[in-house]
């Protein structure tokens, strides 16, 4: 069955180190999406991709890169992690070309000491 | 911008109804969707609506009037695996089209 996948699930790292987040999508979805969910904030956009080398900004993607080489994979990279980073990621995809519904990956919950 | 707000919290009782209310204030709408996530887990599409009305599926139904900027989740039969957060998010053009989302709703469902 088609699906989307990210990983690691959990992670724990430094203050400063770079961190990267996968998410690899078996739809062929064109549409990518990164957020991140904390207490009291719900779901905030952090980046997303409408296709292939397509990238832009989101609400809070101070801090944040993205890069998409081909249509499965929207790797979330934290160039220095930082305390205030610590937070549950989510990626979705969704097709496009008219159908929007979203649908997300299993998260992944890092915790930057 | 876009501004969404939901009940922070509610509570009902299993076989009951429940009524979930979200309003919001955005530019460009394009519809507006209902997620359910429940406890350490991914939100999971409910609905869509685009239209202004009801669209029923089975016990959850939602609707939407865009003149009073206005949604609704319907949840009947209440069951105990009820008990989630409630996501409403609303699909609008303000550079790209994107979701906003509330903050969401959680729902604990008593016996």
């Known amino acids: 069955d088609a699906e989307i996948t990210q990983s690691p699930r959990h992670k724990i790292t430094e203050t400063g180190r770079q961190v990267t987040l996968a998410c690899h999508q078996t739809w062929n979805h064109n549409n990518m999406f990164w957020y991140r969910q904390d207490l009291g904030h719900g779901l905030r956009l952090i980046h997303y991709?409408?296709?292939?080398?397509?990238?832009n900004k989101g609400e809070v993607s101070d801090g944040y890169s993205v890069s998409r080489s081909n249509t499965e994979d929207l790797p979330l990279t934290l160039e220095s992690a930082a305390s205030s980073q610590t937070s549950v990621y989510f990626c979705?995809?969704?097709?496009?070309?008219?159908?929007?519904?979203?649908?997300f990956g299993p998260g992944t919950r890092l915790t930057v000491l | 911008g876009q501004n969404i707000d939901q009940p922070t919290e509610m509570t009902a009782t299993e076989g009951a109804i429940v009524q979930i209310n979200c309003t919001y204030q955005t530019s460009g709408f394009n519809g507006l969707f209902w997620y359910q996530q429940h406890a350490g887990e991914a939100p999971t599409f409910l609905s869509y609506?685009?239209?202004?009305g009801l669209e029923e599926k089975g016990r959850f139904s939602s609707f939407l009037s865009r003149s009073k900027g206005y949604s609704y989740l319907l949840l009947k039969e209440l069951q105990m695996k009820d008990s989630a957060s409630y996501l409403c998010?609303?699909?609008?053009?303000?550079?790209?089209?994107?979701?906003?989302f509330g903050s969401g709703t959680k729902l604990n469902v008593k016996p």
């Open positions: 609506n685009v239209l202004d």
């Open positions: 979705a995809s969704s097709p496009g070309a008219g159908e929007d519904t979203q649908y």
């Open positions: 991709s409408y296709g292939v080398h397509d990238t």
């Open positions: 998010a609303v699909y609008a053009q303000y550079n790209f089209n994107k979701f906003y």
